[in-house]
Nanobody
Framework: QLQASGGGLVQSGGSLRLSCAAS????????IGWFRQAPGREREGVSS????????YYADSVKGRFASSSDNARHTVYLHMNSLKPEDTAVYYC?????????????????WGRGTQVTVSS
């Protein structure tokens, strides 16, 4: 089970930290991905992190602004979002896939949590 939290309303240029708490899986064996979907748009991969070796991958649209980290003791992955822009407004989801290869192909993830809304005002 995955539970995403931490969304909210923030002004452009602000920051938020999303959390994805995992249960019922061997956390160290999984890759956690963050995805987002804005109204009327397709789901987009944002980041991916391997809980095993900490390797990460980011979408070009968030590189240099977003960073993902993993607290294996707490079975939680964080998405630190800085310099937020209105176009970052979306529902953010976390997902898990067994393995060590980071990817932002949503079809590769077998477990999905409920989303958390992020709204960035201009």
């Amino acid at each position: 089970q995955l539970q995403a939290s931490g969304g909210g309303l923030v002004q452009s240029g602000g920051s938020l930290r999303l959390s994805c708490a995992a249960s019922g899986i061997t956390f160290d064996d999984y890759v956690i991905g963050w995805f987002r979907q804005a109204p009327g748009r397709e789901r987009e991969g944002v980041s991916s992190i391997s809980s095993s070796d900490g390797s990460t991958y980011y979408a070009d649209s968030v590189k240099g602004r977003f960073a993902s980290s993993s607290d294996n003791a707490r079975h939680t992955v964080y998405l630190h979002m800085n310099s937020l822009k209105p176009e970052d407004t979306a529902v953010y989801y976390c997902a898990a896939r067994r393995g060590v290869v980071v990817t932002m192909k949503g079809s590769r993830y077998g477990y999905w949590g409920r989303g958390t809304q992020v709204t960035v005002s201009s």
